[in-house]
Protein backbone atom coordinates (compact mmCIF):
# COMPACT_ATOMS: atom_id res chain seq x y z
CA UNK A 1 0.00 0.00 0.00
CA UNK A 2 2.57 2.19 1.13
CA UNK A 3 4.19 1.80 -2.61
CA UNK A 4 1.33 2.64 -4.17
CA UNK A 5 0.70 5.89 -2.62
CA UNK A 6 4.51 6.82 -3.25
CA UNK A 7 4.13 6.22 -6.48
CA UNK A 8 1.11 8.36 -7.17
CA UNK A 9 3.03 10.94 -5.23
CA UNK A 10 6.19 10.54 -7.58
CA UNK A 11 3.92 10.90 -10.41
CA UNK A 12 2.10 14.02 -9.33
CA UNK A 13 5.50 15.27 -8.69
CA UNK A 14 6.97 14.83 -11.51
CA UNK A 15 4.10 16.31 -13.58
CA UNK A 16 4.44 19.08 -11.13
CA UNK A 17 8.38 20.11 -11.99
CA UNK A 18 7.28 19.48 -15.49
CA UNK A 19 5.24 22.21 -15.76
CA UNK A 20 6.78 24.61 -12.95
CA UNK A 21 9.39 25.18 -16.26
CA UNK A 22 6.52 27.61 -17.58
CA UNK A 23 7.49 30.11 -15.34
CA UNK A 24 10.55 30.16 -16.58
CA UNK A 25 8.74 30.90 -20.12
CA UNK A 26 6.64 32.82 -18.81
CA UNK A 27 9.18 35.46 -17.43
CA UNK A 28 11.19 35.34 -20.30
CA UNK A 29 8.22 35.85 -22.48
CA UNK A 30 7.01 38.68 -20.34
CA UNK A 31 10.63 40.17 -20.23
CA UNK A 32 10.38 40.37 -24.57
CA UNK A 33 7.25 41.79 -24.94
CA UNK A 34 8.25 44.73 -22.19
CA UNK A 35 11.22 44.88 -24.59
CA UNK A 36 9.39 44.79 -27.71
CA UNK A 37 6.33 46.60 -26.67
CA UNK A 38 8.30 50.15 -24.97
CA UNK A 39 11.96 50.03 -26.88
CA UNK A 40 11.20 48.25 -30.64
CA UNK A 41 7.65 50.02 -30.21
CA UNK A 42 6.35 46.28 -31.77
CA UNK A 43 3.82 45.33 -29.23
CA UNK A 44 2.11 41.76 -30.02
CA UNK A 45 -1.14 41.50 -29.66
CA UNK A 46 -1.71 37.85 -29.04
CA UNK A 47 1.12 37.93 -26.08
CA UNK A 48 -1.51 38.80 -22.89
CA UNK A 49 -3.45 36.02 -23.65
CA UNK A 50 -0.78 33.23 -24.22
CA UNK A 51 0.29 34.62 -21.14
CA UNK A 52 -2.38 34.32 -18.95
CA UNK A 53 -2.99 30.83 -20.72
CA UNK A 54 0.61 29.64 -19.24
CA UNK A 55 0.51 31.12 -16.00
CA UNK A 56 -3.59 29.57 -15.47
CA UNK A 57 -1.81 25.87 -16.46
CA UNK A 58 1.08 26.43 -14.34
CA UNK A 59 -1.48 26.66 -11.37
CA UNK A 60 -3.81 24.13 -12.25
CA UNK A 61 -1.14 21.63 -13.05
CA UNK A 62 0.31 22.42 -9.77
CA UNK A 63 -2.52 21.39 -7.81
CA UNK A 64 -2.19 17.93 -7.29
CA UNK A 65 2.15 18.21 -6.95
CA UNK A 66 1.48 20.46 -3.76
CA UNK A 67 -1.51 18.28 -2.42
CA UNK A 68 1.56 15.22 -2.47
CA UNK A 69 3.37 17.48 -0.53
CA UNK A 70 0.70 18.50 1.75
CA UNK A 71 1.50 21.78 1.14
CA UNK A 72 -2.01 23.86 0.57
CA UNK A 73 -3.31 26.62 2.92
CA UNK A 74 -4.65 25.49 6.12
CA UNK A 75 -5.47 26.54 9.62
CA UNK A 76 -2.86 25.84 11.35
CA UNK A 77 -3.11 27.89 14.64
CA UNK A 78 -5.13 24.58 15.97
CA UNK A 79 -4.62 21.66 13.80
CA UNK A 80 -0.91 21.62 14.13
CA UNK A 81 -1.72 20.84 18.46
CA UNK A 82 -3.89 17.81 17.28
CA UNK A 83 -2.88 14.18 17.64
CA UNK A 84 -2.43 12.69 14.21
CA UNK A 85 -5.75 10.94 14.57
CA UNK A 86 -7.76 13.63 14.96
CA UNK A 87 -6.35 15.15 12.14
CA UNK A 88 -6.77 12.68 10.05
CA UNK A 89 -10.57 12.71 10.92
CA UNK A 90 -10.88 16.04 9.92
CA UNK A 91 -9.17 15.83 6.82
CA UNK A 92 -10.77 12.91 5.92
CA UNK A 93 -14.27 14.28 6.94
CA UNK A 94 -13.27 17.45 4.63
CA UNK A 95 -11.93 15.54 1.71
CA UNK A 96 -15.21 13.30 1.65
CA UNK A 97 -17.71 16.21 2.21
CA UNK A 98 -15.89 19.10 0.05
CA UNK A 99 -12.88 17.79 -1.75
CA UNK A 100 -14.19 15.10 -3.74
CA UNK A 101 -17.33 16.36 -4.96
CA UNK A 102 -15.68 19.71 -6.15
CA UNK A 103 -12.64 17.86 -7.84
CA UNK A 104 -15.09 15.62 -9.54
CA UNK A 105 -17.00 18.37 -10.80
CA UNK A 106 -14.16 20.74 -11.50
CA UNK A 107 -13.15 17.83 -14.04
CA UNK A 108 -16.77 17.27 -15.21
CA UNK A 109 -17.16 20.16 -16.02
CA UNK A 110 -13.71 20.87 -17.50
CA UNK A 111 -14.20 18.08 -19.57
CA UNK A 112 -17.45 19.67 -22.07
CA UNK A 113 -15.83 22.70 -21.89
CA UNK A 114 -13.24 21.25 -23.80
CA UNK A 115 -15.13 19.24 -25.85
CA UNK A 116 -17.16 22.27 -27.00
CA UNK A 117 -13.86 24.64 -27.06
CA UNK A 118 -12.34 21.73 -29.90
CA UNK A 119 -15.91 21.29 -31.89
CA UNK A 120 -16.02 24.64 -32.32
CA UNK A 121 -12.40 25.51 -32.88
CA UNK A 122 -12.36 28.11 -30.00
CA UNK A 123 -9.88 31.00 -30.25
CA UNK A 124 -9.75 33.45 -27.96
CA UNK A 125 -11.90 36.91 -28.59
CA UNK A 126 -9.59 39.21 -26.59
CA UNK A 127 -7.69 40.78 -29.65
CA UNK A 128 -8.34 40.29 -33.13
CA UNK A 129 -6.68 36.84 -34.37
CA UNK A 130 -6.59 35.89 -30.95
CA UNK A 131 -4.48 32.89 -29.78
CA UNK A 132 -6.59 29.38 -29.80
CA UNK A 133 -8.07 28.62 -26.43
CA UNK A 134 -8.78 24.45 -26.90
CA UNK A 135 -5.41 23.46 -25.26
CA UNK A 136 -5.70 25.43 -22.65
CA UNK A 137 -9.15 24.30 -21.61
CA UNK A 138 -7.95 20.81 -22.11
CA UNK A 139 -5.67 21.13 -19.21
CA UNK A 140 -8.80 21.88 -16.83
CA UNK A 141 -10.06 17.87 -17.01
CA UNK A 142 -6.46 16.82 -17.07
CA UNK A 143 -5.79 18.89 -13.59
CA UNK A 144 -8.80 18.15 -12.27
CA UNK A 145 -8.34 14.02 -12.76
CA UNK A 146 -4.83 14.44 -11.24
CA UNK A 147 -5.78 15.83 -8.60
CA UNK A 148 -8.27 13.43 -7.98
CA UNK A 149 -6.25 10.93 -8.06
CA UNK A 150 -3.82 12.40 -5.19
CA UNK A 151 -6.75 13.19 -3.32
CA UNK A 152 -7.72 9.23 -3.33
CA UNK A 153 -4.48 8.74 -2.11
CA UNK A 154 -4.81 11.34 0.93
CA UNK A 155 -7.64 9.54 2.13
CA UNK A 156 -6.46 6.29 2.00
CA UNK A 157 -3.64 8.52 4.16
CA UNK A 158 -6.09 9.17 6.51
CA UNK A 159 -7.35 6.09 6.80
CA UNK A 160 -4.27 4.37 7.65
CA UNK A 161 -3.59 7.16 10.35
CA UNK A 162 -6.49 6.68 11.77
CA UNK A 163 -5.47 2.68 12.05
CA UNK A 164 -2.23 3.43 12.98
CA UNK A 165 -1.92 6.47 15.19
CA UNK A 166 0.84 8.12 13.04
CA UNK A 167 1.16 9.86 9.28
CA UNK A 168 2.53 7.01 6.71
CA UNK A 169 5.43 8.63 4.73
CA UNK A 170 5.75 11.21 2.00
CA UNK A 171 8.39 11.06 -0.84
CA UNK A 172 10.95 13.67 -0.37
CA UNK A 173 11.76 16.77 -2.03
CA UNK A 174 12.40 20.48 -1.93
CA UNK A 175 11.34 21.70 1.38
CA UNK A 176 11.56 24.90 3.52
CA UNK A 177 14.56 25.39 5.10
CA UNK A 178 14.88 23.95 8.79
CA UNK A 179 16.82 26.13 10.98
CA UNK A 180 17.20 23.71 13.05
CA UNK A 181 18.61 20.66 11.07
CA UNK A 182 20.65 23.46 9.60
CA UNK A 183 22.00 24.70 12.68
CA UNK A 184 23.36 21.10 13.39
CA UNK A 185 24.45 20.55 9.42
CA UNK A 186 27.04 23.77 10.08
CA UNK A 187 27.76 23.15 14.22
CA UNK A 188 26.86 26.15 15.10
CA UNK A 189 25.11 26.33 18.69
CA UNK A 190 22.01 29.29 19.64
CA UNK A 191 25.54 30.67 21.98
CA UNK A 192 27.35 31.33 18.89
CA UNK A 193 24.59 33.20 17.40
CA UNK A 194 24.19 34.69 20.46
CA UNK A 195 27.74 36.32 20.79
CA UNK A 196 27.63 36.98 16.89
CA UNK A 197 24.38 39.10 17.40
CA UNK A 198 26.00 40.98 20.27
CA UNK A 199 28.83 41.70 18.22
CA UNK A 200 27.38 43.50 15.01
CA UNK A 201 24.90 45.50 17.88
CA UNK A 202 27.72 46.56 20.16
CA UNK A 203 28.37 50.36 19.20
CA UNK A 204 31.60 50.98 17.04
CA UNK A 205 35.06 51.76 18.97
CA UNK A 206 33.27 49.80 22.21
CA UNK A 207 35.59 47.32 22.40
CA UNK A 208 38.74 49.34 22.34
Aim: with cysteine.
Amino acid sequence: MQKLLLTVDKISTLIGQFFSWLILFLTLMISWEVFSRYVLDSPHPWAFDVMSMMYGTLFMMAGAYTLSKNGHVRGDVLYGFFPPRLQAGLDLTLYLLFFIPGVVALAWAGYNFAAESWAINEHSNVTADGPPVYPFKTIIPIAGALLLAQGLVEIVRCVVCLKNGAWPKRGEDVEEVDVEKLKEMVHVKDEDIAKLDALVLEPKGSHK
